[in-house]
């Protein structure tokens, strides 16, 4: 049985989404941190897990949910939707689901727009695994 924690989530988001490529030809990047005017945008941010216990049995976690905010940074609203889209269906292959969704704002400091989406996915100790959620 595995104690899946919100640093080994923080780290399989990062490597899931650092390979996403929404240009076509380069790895978009992602970062656990938001971004200055000197960053590299398109970029994605991926913010600390909020994990939740919904079963645990003589104090030992059974199953969790985790709730991810990814931020969208880039030169164009639509391309940070685009960039959205393509994150739920990398996500999806894990089982996580979409769940909300922020309107997009353009950034005061970096001249970029953001769009933030939140994901949720359960976890399984006892198989290891993502669970369905709906």
């Known amino acids: 049985m595995n104690n899946f924690t919100t640093r ?3 780290d ?3 490597d899931i989404l650092s390979t996403v ?3 076509g030809k380069d790895n978009t990047e992602a970062v656990l941190q938001a971004p200055t005017a000197e960053s590299t945008f398109p970029c994605r941010v991926i913010n600390t897990p909020l994990e939740s216990v919904i079963k645990t049995e003589n104090g030992v976690p059974l ?3 985790f ?3 990814i931020e969208h940074w880039a030169l164009q609203q639509k391309e940070s939707m685009e960039m959205a889209n393509k994150t739920d269906l990398e996500l999806s292959k894990k089982n996580f ?3 909300n ?3 997009i704002l353009i950034d005061e400091i970096t001249k970029k727009y953001r769009f933030i989406t939140t994901y949720e996915v359960r976890y399984n100790a006892m198989t290891n695994s993502f669970e369905f959620i709906r």
């Open 8 to 10: 080994e989530m923080s």
């Open 12 to 14: 399989l988001l990062y």
């Open 97 to 99: 689901i979409r769940t």
């Open 21 to 23: 490529k929404d240009n």
């Open 63 to 65: 199953r969790k949910t």
């Open 101 to 103: 969704t922020s309107q």
């Open 67 to 69: 709730q991810v905010q």
